[in-house]
């Protein structure tokens, strides 16, 4: 059974007992396969796994898909409960900001461009929960999937620039058959924006310019924000109704 912990006080003394290696997989809840796909490394990899679900504000430069960002904590336990993960870390807005927001965490470069440029000040608000949660939970290895992949880079940036001395593992991109990647706004999708969505991926792993992949994007019903080629990978975010996703793949 997974233990869920609300309280830090209990998690340190709980991770104070723990013989073994310990691995960290991060998550905003809303699970799905690309989640499972990191547990399950996680158990693999070490003797005991921990996931923290937090629905993390500081990241959300759109009050509206903060307040839509789907709520599924049962389904989640469950999941967590069938891979065998020991404990999820559930805390509340409060424990995790207790200076409420007055110290972050910014990169100044890579952060930038992309995300960084279209969700400003987004990748504050990831550096700094990751911080505080790879701090608390104090994990051997934590767990980042490849569709966030400037996300996934900005943190294995952050762990190295400020010494800290968790390991940080990128995980493959997990896809519908259809080739969506795997995320928890494609359930915001409508039925009808759903069968448009896995066009996205198949342009973008295409062999036609950003500029033909944009323009070909737009004319079927894509709202397009990017689709840029940085250090050999291709990266996209698009909107689909109200529903943003982003997706990168290697060139
Ligand atoms: O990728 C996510 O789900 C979030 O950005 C993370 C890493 C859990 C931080 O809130």
Request: glycine share 6%; with cysteine; aromatic share 12%.
């Amino acid at each position: 059974m997974t233990e869920v912990i609300t309280v830090l006080k209990d998690w340190f003394k709980i991770r104070k007992g723990l013989k073994g290696s310990l691995g960290f997989v991060p998550t905003m809840g809303a699970l799905h396969k690309g989640h499972k796909s990191l547990f399950e490394k996680s158990v693999e990899e070490n003797e005991f796994t921990v996931a923290s679900v937090f629905v993390n504000p500081t990241q959300f430069n759109n009050p509206n898909d903060l307040q839509k960002y789907p709520k599924t904590f049962e389904q989640d336990l469950e999941m967590l409960n069938e891979i065998n993960v020991d404990f999820l870390i559930f805390p509340e807005y409060e424990t995790l900001y207790p200076d409420n927001y007055v110290y972050k965490v910014t990169e100044t470069d890579y952060s930038t461009i992309l995300e960084g440029e279209h969700r400003h000040g987004h990748f504050d608000g990831v550096l700094t929960v990751v911080m505080k949660l790879l701090n608390i939970v104090n994990a051997d290895k934590a767990y980042f999937g490849e569709k966030d992949f400037q996300q996934y880079k900005l943190i294995e940036g952050m762990t190295k620039a400020f010494f800290m001395k968790t390991e940080i593992i990128s995980c493959p991109t997990i896809r519908e058959e259809d080739g969506l990647a795997f995320s928890s706004r494609n359930v915001r999708l409508t039925e009808a924006k759903r069968k448009q969505a896995p066009l996205f991926f198949k342009l973008l792993k295409s062999n036609k310019t950003p500029e033909q992949i944009i323009n070909e994007l737009t004319e079927n019903g894509f709202k397009v924000d990017y689709i840029t080629d940085v250090n050999k990978r291709r990266y996209g975010a698009v909107y689909l109704g109200n529903v943003r996703l982003i997706d990168n793949v290697e060139l």
